[in-house]
């Protein structure tokens, strides 16, 4: 994937399909996540998510990223709150009952809370699959069998034929790459 950077330089550019399908790559589960715990359908979500692509398309076009005025994670937040509120006023007026007022605080709260939830999630995720990508194999199984599916130490280096101590190194430097990961992901985002 291109750097956070050059992906926004390239949407800013007239039909760059691939820079819009790496767009979609990064943060299309994150915008999909946000909307089912908005509380939209399954098929809804995906309209969503052209929404969200569509009102980024003509803003793109005169977007310069200035890190200095703001987050581009900020604007993605707004753009998708927008959208996914816009969403619950076409239900409302096509008859679809929804208990939801978009200008009430909680209304906005819960919303916030559920995007910096899913942000963490989205980071985490993408962590996870670099560390898939760039960790051992025994790594990747001693970390997923003591820290992921919570079986001891003992019983793990037994059946991976490895040292306690092993599985406790492979524990540490998996969360160091992970964290340091999500380290440098949030920095590229500015």
């Known amino acids: ?6 992906l926004l330089t390239a949407l800013a550019e007239t039909r760059n399909d691939a820079a819009w399908a790496d767009f979609v790559v990064r943060y299309g589960d994150l915008i999909r996540s946000v909307a089912r715990r908005q509380g939209i359908s399954g098929a809804d979500q995906e309209d969503v998510l052209q929404d969200v692509l569509t009102a980024l398309t003509s803003s793109m076009k005169r977007f310069e990223y200035d890190p200095n005025k703001g987050r581009f994670r900020s604007f993605l937040q707004t753009v998708t709150k927008r959208t996914i509120f816009a969403r619950f006023r076409q239900n409302k007026r096509a008859g679809t009952q929804l208990s939801f ?6 209304a906005t709260d819960d919303f916030n809370t559920v995007w910096e939830d899913e942000w963490r999630q989205y980071h985490m995720r993408q962590a996870m699959e670099f560390a898939h990508r760039t960790a051992s194999q025994s790594d990747l199984a001693a970390f997923r069998a003591y820290v992921i599916e ?5 019983e793990v280096a037994a059946a991976l034929e490895m040292s306690v101590d092993s599985v406790y190194q492979a524990k540490s430097r998996l969360l160091k790459l992970i964290r340091d990961q999500v380290t440098a992901q949030i920095d590229e985002e500015g």
């Open 1 to 6: 994937m291109s750097t956070h950077i050059s």
């Open 101 to 106: 007022d978009e200008n009430t605080d909680a």
């Open 150 to 154: 919570g079986r001891s130490p003992r």
